[in-house]
């Protein structure tokens, strides 16, 4: 890779990486802020299915639109999914005490980058790998929904270590996509704006299952 290339895939990375924090800290900010306000815990809480249905509809359009929307509005649409993904993970600081909700955040942090460097810096193609972890995502998926009914702890502890493994994989795949992404797109800014933003929720979404499971194994519940 000649240096111009270099410099501007590093550029393109660093973007991605940037939006993905910007989502957490929105997201982190308003799960904090919803739990430390009695009002808007009570709203939450009284609407929780609605706004998960939303937080769905958001995700699922925001997707959808991938090839339609301008880099603006792919700004405005992640914020928004981040701001009601953050009313939803306001349930965390009720359920687990906040020094574990820390410890296990850096514990999850560690682990996605070191699945990042290695989707960054392997020289293999990660997109036969990808395809198999979609329909293990899938599968995983209708295990979850099975076991909502079922309540079978073992199943439930399965089902988290699964889920790591599969958004640990699915980590270092985005990553290695998101460079060839950049290759496809080299000369178009736009598109390269646009991409930044969906690959950052990519990341975002495989860090927050990462953390969320990994929460539900080792988190320390409140009494």
């Given at each position: 890779?000649?240096?111009?290339?270099?410099?501007?895939?590093?550029?393109?990375?660093?973007?991605?990486?940037?939006?993905?924090?910007?989502?957490?800290?929105?997201?982190?900010?308003?799960?904090?802020?919803?739990?430390?306000?009695?009002?808007?815990?009570?709203?939450?809480?009284?609407?929780?299915?609605?706004?998960?249905?939303?937080?769905?509809?958001?995700?699922?359009?925001?997707?959808?639109?991938?090839?339609?929307?301008?880099?603006?509005?792919?700004?405005?649409?992640?914020?928004?999914?981040?701001?009601?993904?953050?009313?939803?993970?306001?349930?965390?600081?009720?359920?687990?005490?906040?020094?574990?909700?820390?410890?296990?955040?850096?514990?999850a942090a560690l682990m996605f980058?070191?699945?990042?460097?290695?989707?960054?810096?392997?020289?293999?193609?990660?997109?036969?790998?990808?395809?198999?972890?979609?329909?293990?995502?899938?599968?995983?998926?209708?295990?979850?929904?099975?076991?909502?009914?079922?309540?079978?702890?073992?199943?439930?502890?399965?089902?988290?270590?699964?889920?790591?493994?599969?958004?640990?994989?699915?980590?270092?795949?985005?990553?290695?996509?998101?460079?060839?992404?950049?290759?496809?797109?080299?000369?178009?800014?736009?598109?390269?704006?646009?991409?930044?933003?969906?690959?950052?929720?990519?990341?975002?979404?495989?860090?927050?299952?990462?953390?969320?499971?990994?929460?539900?194994?080792?988190?320390?519940?409140?009494?």
């Amino acid at each position: 890779m000649n240096l111009s290339r270099e410099r501007g895939m590093s550029n393109f990375l660093s973007k991605v990486f940037l939006w993905m924090m910007i989502g957490l800290l929105i997201s982190g900010g308003t799960a904090y802020l919803t739990y430390a306000t009695p009002s808007i815990t009570k709203f939450v809480y009284q609407f929780y299915t609605l706004i998960l249905l939303v937080e769905l509809i958001v995700v699922i359009s925001f997707t959808a639109l991938r090839r339609k929307v301008s880099p603006s509005m792919a700004k405005l649409l992640f914020i928004i999914y981040s701001i009601v993904s953050g009313l939803t993970l306001s349930s965390i600081f009720i359920v687990y005490k906040l020094g574990s909700i820390g410890i296990v955040f850096l514990a999850a942090a560690l682990m996605f980058g070191l699945m990042g460097i290695y989707g960054l810096t392997t020289k293999n193609d990660l997109s036969s790998f990808g395809k198999i972890l979609i329909f293990a995502l899938i599968a995983i998926i209708i295990m979850s929904v099975i076991n909502i009914f079922v309540q079978n702890s073992e199943f439930n502890i399965f089902i988290c270590v699964v889920s790591i493994l599969i958004f640990l994989g699915l980590t270092a795949w985005d990553l290695n996509n998101l460079k060839a992404i950049y290759r496809y797109y080299e000369s178009n800014e736009e598109e390269l704006n646009k991409a930044a933003i969906y690959g950052a929720l990519d990341l975002y979404l495989d860090f927050i299952n990462i953390f969320l499971n990994l929460l539900n194994l080792f988190g320390k519940r409140n009494d």
